[in-house]
């Protein structure tokens, strides 16, 4: 109360000031599409209020049958991803901008103390948008407007005008510049706030038969299999000295034990709360030191070790638990997931699936950990759950001290600012901000980037995250050939260079030690190249070194199944040969072939390592797509399947 009485006596404003006249905004205020505003207002707008005590159960049974894991795979991301929502580290910090100080009135209603974040291009024309941010203790609010419909003549933009877009409000008699170069440092924490940038997740071990949490925080040590389900998570790391996040964590006197997991996934800092690495108390039955750790996450997961044991979320008493991932280890070593929510979290992603049965331990991480990233970024943004009114507080709080500090500075230096109505020079060289704000901004969003937190940072301390669809995959630096034509296959990619057709793996490269499997060798000069994974066919188009003629190019059409063994091209007639290299060996191979076959005369064979099909061997040649039909080892038998009808370029 104190704090915004003061901010009032700043602002120089009063509950009985005139209400100024509400603005039209015009047609040139326009909602940004990606994103319109942060991720807890958008959710704001969709959530359903419903009783705050029970739970919601996500077993997988109302999804689609899951039958190719790898397609599942590819759909678990992350969602609102701070690239696109967090619209001051990415756009204002470190450039030209301006923050304002003021108060929006509501009718019947306290006042309200918000900051507005303005940023132009530079030397900005009628038709160009200005990038607009509206600090609220409900979130932030983001807009692009129409610089021709704000800016008045010589005067500059109409701040008032920039407010009255929002919709949230009239803005006040008075509007002061923040010209502290601080301020930058402040915001950057603002938005922070809003979502959830650092997450703490808690891990508790239930035995066979084990229903309340005083039955599981009572477990001292942990089994093999829960050891290896929660080392999965991340990284064991020594918490004495740990300079990361610390997710509330003693790092100096071990009073919370001496070790803990830790992972980095999409540039955001996860602490694991582990409740057997947690002080175990012979004494205190209820092991309060792991209750207060585990019953402060918002999300946490049951590491079930009985699959018939019947969890209930109710037993876990806690106010700020909302999400339950429970895992439930199989009698063949299997793991089942079942995610109970509380009713009044929205709905987030992924969803589990059908049946919700991981065998691969990997997946499992991968999925929970971004499933719980959904979720408690969907739990913050609840105005109905238990930290709701915490967390408007605390943002609350945090545009009071923004508002206070900047004003009191500029009263201790003599510079107390008086309001403005209009900006000027937005997007000229004399701006307002001066250079060393700007190189401030700079050097903050440089010391983010740097240590893997900033929002549009993807560091993962693991290969098996999964990007967004949009992200571009680092493999590596240099490939040690010229490359002439790629293509996928599945998660990896297929090149053709100058060593031949190989097969790079999608993952993190060493630099040096790039991972790649030969497939056909450089006897085959591979030009273009397509696979087609639905049909399972791979097709080639290859011609002479160095030789872009395309009378010399023949196309090849082969098995997928196959062309990942071993390979060699030959070739029978001189006058049509694309490797001379082999001739003589081409020779010998065609006489055996004679003996082998009825009347199988070709111009050119690619010759792969067979595996029989029905008994039956396909051939790709010039002339043809031959099926060769072997019975008994004995005998063989050519079958025109395309006689002359491969197409050659």
């Known amino acids: 109360t104190n704090n915004k009485q003061q901010t009032k006596e700043l602002l120089n404003m009063s509950d009985d000031e005139e209400t100024p006249k509400l603005l039209t905004p015009t047609s040139g205020f326009q909602k940004e599409k990606t994103p319109p505003m942060s991720p807890s207002i958008r959710r704001r707008m969709n959530h359903i209020d419903m009783s705050e005590g029970t739970f919601r159960c996500e077993d997988g049974t109302l999804n689609e049958v899951n039958e190719d894991w790898q397609a599942f795979m590819k759909g678990v991301h992350l969602e609102n991803p701070e690239v696109e929502t967090r619209w001051y580290f990415r756009y204002f910090l470190g450039q030209q901008h301006q923050n304002y100080a003021l108060q929006l009135v509501h009718k ?37 407007i129409c610089f021709g419909d704000v800016a008045k003549g010589n005067k500059g933009v109409d701040l008032r005008s920039c407010v009255v877009a929002f919709g949230r409000g009239t803005p006040g008699k008075n509007i002061f510049p923040i010209e502290d170069q601080e301020v930058q440092d402040k915001l950057v924490l603002l938005e922070e ?25 009572s477990n001292q040590h942990a089994s093999p299999e829960f050891q290896k389900f929660y080392e999965s998570m991340g990284t064991k790391i020594q918490l004495d000295g740990w300079t990361g996040f610390r997710g509330g964590l003693d790092v100096k006197t071990g009073s919370t034990g001496k070790h803990s997991i830790h992972t980095i996934e999409f540039g955001k800092e996860v602490m694991f709360h582990v409740s057997t690495m947690l002080p175990f108390s012979v004494e205190n039955k209820q092991q309060l030191e792991r209750k207060r750790h585990l019953g402060n996450d918002i999300c946490n997961i049951i590491f079930q070790e009985d699959e018939d044991t019947i969890f209930k979320p109710e037993n876990i008493k806690s106010q700020f638990n909302h999400i339950f991932a429970v895992v439930y280890l199989m009698k063949d070593g299997r793991y089942k997931l079942n995610v109970f929510t509380k009713q009044n979290v929205p709905e987030y992603g992924p969803p589990l699936p059908n049946p919700p049965i991981f065998s691969d331990i990997t997946q499992l991480r991968t999925f929970i950990i971004v499933k719980l990233m959904n979720a408690e970024k969907a739990a913050l943004s609840s105005r109905t759950a238990t930290f709701a009114m915490k967390k408007e507080r605390t943002l609350a709080a945090l545009i009071q001290d923004v508002v206070i500090d900047t004003r009191l500075l500029g009263a201790r230096r003599n510079k107390l600012q008086k309001s403005k109505r209009f900006s000027k020079n937005m997007g000229s060289s004399k701006h307002d901000l001066g250079i060393d704000i700007i190189s401030h901004g700079q050097k903050i969003k440089l010391d983010k980037i ?45 090149v053709s260079c100058a060593d031949g057709l190989v097969r790079v793996r999608n993952e993190k490269h060493a630099a040096g030690e790039l991972k790649k499997d030969l497939l056909i060798d450089s006897s085959v000069h591979v030009v273009q190249l ?117 197409p050659s370029f």
């Open 108 to 144: 019947g209603e306290e006042n309200e103390t918000v900051v507005l974040s303005l940023m132009s291009p530079p030397n900005p024309t009628e038709s160009d948008y200005l990038k607009a941010i509206l600090w609220r203790q409900t979130g932030s609010e983001h807009m692009s």
């Open 193 to 217: 706030q809003e979502g959830a940038v650092k997450f703490k997740i808690g891990i508790l071990f239930a035995r066979k038969g084990q229903t309340t949490d005083d039955e599981m925080f």
């Open 530 to 646: 397509i696979i087609d994974e639905e049909t399972s066919l791979i097709f080639m188009l290859v011609g002479k070194k160095g030789d872009k003629k395309a009378k010399s190019q023949v196309l090849y059409i082969l098995p997928l199944v196959r062309v990942c063994v071993r390979v060699c091209a030959c070739e029978y007639f001189i006058c049509t040969c694309m490797f001379c290299a082999r001739a003589v060996f081409a020779v010998v191979l065609v006489l055996l072939l004679f003996l082998f076959a009825f009347a199988f005369c070709i111009c050119c064979v690619l010759l792969v390592e067979c595996v029989r099909v029905n008994g039956c061997v396909n051939v790709v040649c010039v002339r043809g797509l031959r099926q060769i039909t072997i019975e008994e080892e004995s005998a063989e038998e050519v079958h025109c399947l395309v006689n002359e009808g491969v």
């Open 450 to 494: 740097q240590e893997g937190v900033a929002p549009t940072s993807t560091r993962s301390e693991t290969s098996m995250s999964v990007g967004e669809p949009w992200e571009a995959v680092y493999i590596t630096r240099s490939f040690p050939s010229n490359i002439f034509c790629a293509d996928f296959l599945h998660d990896d990619i297929v």
